[in-house]
């Protein structure tokens, strides 16, 4: 069984915070954080993808909430 986000995100935390030492523990919430966007970023494109099959990227973007144009960038994880 896959434990929820909710609960996966709790335990990212409290091993954050577990770590003692303050400097290190920046590092890694840094390291971290820029680590989740890559992997949203991916996600997003995969959402989108699979969006895409039988709809334009007009209606895509609408599930996004932006044009077509960079709903179809978003499926490239492109910026």
């Known amino acids: 069984m896959t434990e929820s ?5 709790s335990t990212l935390i409290a091993s954050l915070d577990a770590i003692s030492d303050l400097a290190e523990r920046l ?3 840094e390291r971290q954080e820029h680590q989740l966007k890559v992997d949203f970023k991916g996600v997003r494109a995969r959402i989108a ?3 895409k099959d039988g709809r334009t990227w007009e ?3 609408e599930f996004f909430g932006v044009t ?3 709903a179809e960038q978003i499926s490239r994880a492109s910026r």
Request: charged share 35%; net charge neutral; glycine share 12%.
């Open 5 to 9: 986000p909710d609960v996966a995100r």
């Open 27 to 29: 590092r890694e919430v």
């Open 49 to 51: 993808l699979e969006l």
């Open 59 to 61: 209606q895509v973007g």
């Open 68 to 70: 077509g144009s960079r």
